[in-house]
């Protein structure tokens, strides 16, 4: 086995990175990996279909019901920054194992919450320790793996964990409610301990002494949580509500505060020199675009099933299971595919499966059966793993290793406003003046005009190269 060379440039004060255990294989690294992504988006899908049985239990309305699943997502965001820096600088397996064990203490206490605000107060913390697992599993497949080809197969394999958890999310969500809905918390609890125990025969990752970004740090805070909370709460008070608008504009002048901090930090937290990379760039955009696409059609239809068709949130959850299922199928296959015929085919050819879905699903008559609706949404699960493993993998390739955290970081919170927006616009679409149908119909055409543009831009990705 192979082990990271150390290069003079990383050398810190407090003497040369750590590198790649001798005893320490890549595969322990993968199986953490893939088990912390797998058991953080399973909490961001098994939630909705137990809100019901939480509210029979723990009583409160409607906008308290919202936190429980918008607290993750407002916490996941805002902190997603901040953690991909702090993944470099502490090193990524020590990062992945703080932000699991802050995950899983929270996971226990939204398993015991007595009350509902306990329960929203646990999310925000299972948010914080999911930010922090998400950039640091990339970045410790990123310094495994030095081979780009087998890098890509990694990664392939991490994403197959996201779509395992999303395909099981809804269903199983439904059956541990049978029971009781405190074990859709609880469930994260031997998984968590099982990934523990891998990371400990995972190899170690190498960490950089940067200085602190504080300025940095709570500017993307700042503009993150604005962002996030303005495109929740539009979804129900509105795009032109005041508190809204508010919102979007602390997170505007905050993001301009973080460009000109990170312009003049002589160690910022994220090196504007990142975005000279035009496949950097264009893999960013990406993100942003597949996850517009990707999140809104699931959150337009499970609206549709249950409140136009009047599904159950089981039956709800069980429509998108062939969408789902399509994706963690192929998922594995992923890696193969980008190997044989470069990356750039596979996620333009799945960026415009998502077109074509999401433009099929716009034309279909309004009560044409829920199988079918069920068979449409297929093109969009098509798109996950020809999209994001090799995107991924792209971006990887072309960040130097040791901004591996902090490029994970970057990408990763694209995606969330890319999810959060789409959210925010499709939810004011269908409570608009126009009624539930057209907006449903107008939000598809904007999911999938956004989408071919990341198409065409996809055409400008550059092959991976052998070294980073």
């Excluded at 890098?151 to 994403?159: D, E, L």
């Amino acid at each position: 086995m192979s082990t990271s060379s150390v290069s003079t440039s990383s050398v810190t004060a407090r003497g040369p990175v750590t590198g790649t255990r001798p005893d320490a294989g890549p595969r322990a690294t993968l199986a953490a990996a893939v088990l912390a992504f797998f058991v953080i988006t399973l909490d961001a899908t098994i939630v909705n279909v137990a809100l019901p049985s939480i509210r029979g239990d723990l009583g409160g309305g409607i906008a308290g019901l919202q936190w429980v699943v918008d607290g993750y997502t407002l916490m996941f965001a805002a902190l997603l920054l901040s953690a991909g820096a702090l993944s470099d600088r502490i090193g990524a397996k020590r990062a992945l194992a703080a932000g699991l064990a802050l995950f899983l203490l929270g996971s226990l206490a939204c398993g015991l919450a007595p009350s509902l605000a306990v329960l929203v107060a646990a999310r925000f913390v299972q948010g914080a320790g999911a930010a922090m697992v998400t950039p640091a599993s990339m970045a410790m497949i990123r310094h495994a793996y030095a081979d780009p080809a087998a890098r890509a197969r990694a990664v392939g394999m991490w994403a197959m964990g996201g779509a395992v958890a999303a395909a099981a999310g809804p269903v199983l969500g439904g059956l541990l409610s049978l029971a009781t809905w405190r074990l859709i918390f609880l469930i994260n609890l031997p998984v968590g301990a099982v990934t523990l125990l891998l990371l400990t025969r995972a190899a170690r990752s190498p960490h950089h002494s940067h200085p602190f970004d504080r300025a940095g740090q709570l500017t993307a805070m700042i503009a993150m949580s604005g962002l996030t909370y303005g495109a929740i709460d539009a979804g129900t008070a509105g795009l032109t509500a005041p508190r809204v608008l508010a919102a979007f504009a602390v997170a505007a002048v905050a993001f301009v505060g973080f460009g000109l901090v990170q312009a003049r930090a002589r160690h910022p937290m994220m090196p504007l020199k990142l975005f000279r990379s035009r496949t950097f760039d264009v893999t960013v955009a990406i993100g942003f675009a597949f996850m517009v696409g990707f999140y809104g059609a699931p959150f337009l239809f499970s609206l549709y099933f249950q409140q136009v068709r009047g599904l159950s949130p089981l039956g709800a959850g069980a429509a998108f299971v062939p969408m789902m299922a399509i994706s963690a199928c192929l998922t594995p296959f992923s890696a193969r595919i980008a190997e044989r015929v470069g990356p750039r085919i596979p996620i333009v050819a799945g960026l415009l499966c998502a077109v074509a879905g999401a433009l099929t699903l716009a034309a279909v008559p309004a009560h044409a059966p829920v199988w079918l609706l069920a068979v449409l949404l297929i093109p969009v699960g098509l798109s996950g793993p020809l999209v994001m493993p090799p995107t991924t993998a792209v971006m990887l390739a072309h960040v130097p290793a040791h901004r591996a955290g902090t490029a994970s970081g970057v990408f990763n919170t694209s995606r969330q406003v890319g999810g959060a927006l789409a959210v925010a616009v499709c939810g004011a679409l269908l409570g608009g003046a126009s009624g539930f149908l057209p907006g449903l119909r107008t939000s598809l055409v904007i999911t999938a005009v956004v989408t071919l543009a990341a198409a065409a831009a996809a055409l400008l990705l550059r092959p991976m190269t052998r070294e980073a």
